[in-house]
């Protein structure tokens, strides 16, 4: 299931949903504000727990994610970088080359640490992009159902 990974056993791996592609631009909103929140920050030296990416979740989209850990004013943190992607293997292959215990370089928020932020390499495009479809898919998966239950419920009889 797992082309690289630093973590071989697929059972620790956290279970993944992607919720009709809606966590595809879901996890690159929460990365571009992550970015955000973090542009103040200071750099600190994180230490690599997990690093992977999958084979398709859902027929076509792979998810890719790097787990760390790191110390911020005496408090012991985590934080991940977790994207779903369609198109992009080479920045998932960028991410998951992490190895357990390697060190990276994340920046943190000092006024709430427990917000951090390591760029992905996946960028905007594909999300953007396919935000629109994937919009009008879930609109339709959600709207459409609730017009119809809500016309046989109260159509004059």
């Known amino acids: 299931m797992n082309t690289q990974s630093t973590d071989s056993n697929p059972l620790t791996r956290p279970k993944i949903h992607v919720y009709l592609n809606l966590s595809l631009l879901f996890l690159a909103i929460r990365e571009l504000w992550l970015q955000l929140q973090t ?18 979740i859902n027929s076509r989209v792979f998810r890719a994610e790097l787990r ?5 004013r005496g408090r012991e943190l985590t934080g991940r970088v977790a994207r779903d992607y369609f198109l992009n293997h080479k ?8 190895r357990r215990g390697e060190k990276l ?3 943190v928020r000092p006024d709430s640490p427990e ?10 495009v594909e999300p ?13 998966v959600v709207i459409v ?13």
């Open 39 to 56: 542009k103040e920050g200071v750099p600190v030296e994180a230490t690599v727990e997990m690093a992977y990416h999958t084979e398709p």
């Open 105 to 107: 370089v994340i920046r």
């Open 68 to 72: 760390y850990r790191y110390q911020f």
């Open 115 to 124: 917000v951090s932020y390591y760029p992905s390499g996946f960028g905007f």
């Open 128 to 140: 953007i992009v396919l935000a629109p479809f994937l919009l009008f898919i879930a609109a339709f």
């Open 145 to 157: 159902p609730v017009a119809l239950l809500w016309a046989y419920l109260f159509a004059p009889k």
């Open 91 to 98: 920045a998932a292959n960028k991410l998951a080359q992490f």
